[in-house]
């Protein structure tokens, strides 16, 4: 008896008590992903949910959001977490999501409330955007936003697992196991070690090539920009080469490497197709702009990115909330994609074809 009472009180409640009251504090509604989409990561873990519930904050997370890392509703339970239907959290004052949400599921958010998520693929759909517009949510993208000291702190840390998990890809790849030759990226005694050649000097790829270098391969980071390489030296491995992409030099590269990995250049680069018949049969290649390899190890991004969402969720508490959190932070500001029922980012904007206004501007209308 005892076990089906505890049970039953992780059971999503008929009533729709998770409604922000005016003054009531912060209410966050915990999404997890579509069951129809490959997407596995999340951003609170059970341990961050107790360090804001302890604090005063409201926590109600949609039953079972927490399978893609492995953790059970009764897990968040133990710590203050209110297990809920969707509807019921998308029914809270602030929604928490790692994918943006749908058109439906944003006509079931309250007026007014405010959404927080990554950037994704859905913020460029028309019916989207319209619903967040004509129910007046408050949209702001976490990877657009950045710290007090200027550092884009959620892009980077998914970027940095993503450049170190290509490379877990890469040797699962060249691995028996994987389909290849059966090679380790590092060199042993007697054996040269495997070449890796990253193109691109975005965060994902220089911990790709930080990541290859620690496993002992040869690591080659190109990209058509001398400054931006410059740059990219102070945070690379000391093995790692960095090199100006040229047709001659990227063409010997390419036919020694062993894996291949493409990412954001300085400036725009096509990788030329008539290097394709030089690549070697068993190269392992992978696009940083394609695919997202930290979908593999969701369970590291949500720890990762709850220490940063913890401190976030504790400022807002103190600036009053949501809105207190926006007006009064910059590095918030630069994330959002709608706020009062207007469409403040460009980007979108110029995408769908729709007028936007600059947030400082409103901001500035209303002080």
């Known amino acids: 008896m005892t076990d089906t009472k505890k049970d039953s009180t992780l059971e999503p409640q008929p009533e729709v008590s998770v409604i922000d009251r005016p003054g009531g504090g912060i209410h966050i509604g915990l999404l997890g992903n579509y069951a129809d989409t490959d997407e596995t990561r999340f951003l609170l873990t059970p341990e961050a949910c ?28 133990e710590y203050g977490v209110k297990i ?91 691995s028996y196991l994987g389909g290849g030759k059966g090679v380790l990226l590092a060199g042993v005694a007697g054996l040269n070690p495997c070449e890796v050649l990253i193109i691109g000097c975005g965060r994902d790829c220089i911990a790709a090539a930080n990541a290859a270098a620690g496993m002992g391969a040869k690591v080659v980071l190109m990209d058509n920009d001398v400054s931006s390489l410059q740059l990219a030296r102070s945070a690379c491995h000391p093995v790692v080469e960095l090199i100006a992409i040229h047709p001659r030099v990227l063409t010997n590269r390419v036919k020694t490497a062993d894996v291949i990995i493409t990412g954001n250049t300085t400036r725009t680069f096509d990788f030329p ?42 400022e807002m508490s103190i600036k009053n909330g949501f809105t207190g959190m926006m007006v009064t932070t910059p590095g918030v500001q630069t994330g959002m994609v709608t706020y ?28």
Do not use: W
């Open 340 to 367: 009062e029922g207007k469409l403040v980012d460009k980007l979108i904007a110029s995408y769908l074809s729709m007028p936007s206004i600059d947030i400082r501007v409103m901001l500035s209308s209303t002080n």
């Open 50 to 77: 107790g360090l804001l519930t302890s604090a005063g904050i409201k926590v109600s997370m949609e039953a079972g959001a927490g399978v893609d890392i492995s953790f059970k509703d009764e897990t968040y339970a």
């Open 84 to 174: 809920v239907t969707r509807d019921q959290a998308l029914k809270c004052g602030l929604v928490l999501s790692y994918q943006p949400i749908r058109a439906k599921d944003v006509k079931k958010m309250t007026p007014g409330a405010a959404l927080l998520c990554m950037m994704g693929e859905a913020l460029f759909e028309q019916s989207v955007i319209k619903a967040l517009l004509e129910h007046r949510i408050a949209c702001g993208c976490l990877d657009n936003m950045y710290s007090h000291h200027e550092v884009e702190i959620f892009a980077d840390i998914v970027d940095e697992i993503d450049g170190r998990a290509a490379i877990m890809y890469a040797q699962e790849s060249l």
């Open 273 to 314: 197709k008539s290097l394709s018949s030089s690549i070697k049969d068993s190269v392992y290649v992978i696009d940083l702009n394609e695919s997202h390899p930290s979908v593999s190890v969701p369970r590291t991004v949500a720890m990762a990115l709850s220490n940063p969402l913890v401190n976030f969720f504790d």
